[in-house]
């Protein structure tokens, strides 16, 4: 009889400590993507800080074009107050976009093309949207491995007893078709 108890007290810790560790593990998971996300956070934050000045600098050159310069600045106000990873992702797809236009417009002035203020502005956005590119990559990368482990046995079976779910990637959504085109300028 002893055994048998001892057994049972053996199979209890064994199978707590597993279920500790899974949930320890779906926790560190968890963080990271947050982690991941606020990476991306920073660089956009850093993005928005530079279209004021870029905008500033291609309204002396681009009067004609307020609509668009207009729209860019609403767009970062938007931006800047979503709440939530999912509507972050979409307010900076619908920026992204229109900050692909603003570039398409500027190769029609070689002024500004040349223009040392808007080439180092040029510069700095390019160099923020490679790093918001990489952070992006790593959150999908640390979603991926989330979902992976909220996927797998046992803790597919422990996962949804502690509110673990599968999280979404940051993905162009609606923006993937107009993504895909050039850009096109017309005057």
């Given at each position: ?10 199979i209890v ?123 992006r990559r ?50």
């Amino acid at each position: 009889m002893a055994i048998v108890l001892v057994v049972l007290v053996v199979i209890v810790v064994v199978v707590a400590l597993l279920f500790v560790s899974i949930y320890n593990n779906l926790v560190t998971l968890r963080a990271n993507r947050e982690q991941a996300f606020a990476d991306i956070d920073v660089q956009m934050k850093q993005r928005y800080d530079l279209v004021p000045n870029l905008v500033n600098t291609v309204k002396g050159y681009a009067t004609h074009e307020k609509e668009l310069l207009e729209k860019l600045t609403a767009l970062r106000s938007v931006a800047m107050g979503a709440k939530g990873v999912d509507e972050k992702i979409a307010a900076d797809n619908q920026f992204s976009s229109t900050l692909k236009t603003l570039f398409a417009v500027s190769e029609n002035y070689p002024d500004l093309k040349a223009n040392q203020n808007f080439m180092q502005l040029q510069t700095e956005l390019s160099d923020i949207e490679n790093k918001i590119a990489a952070s992006r990559r790593f959150f999908n990368s640390a979603s991926k491995e989330l979902n992976a482990s909220i996927l797998v046995f046992p803790a597919s079976v422990i996962a949804p007893m502690m509110g673990f779910k599968a999280v979404s990637y940051f993905e162009l959504g609606e923006e993937r078709e107009s993504a895909s085109k050039p850009v096109e300028v017309k005057f």
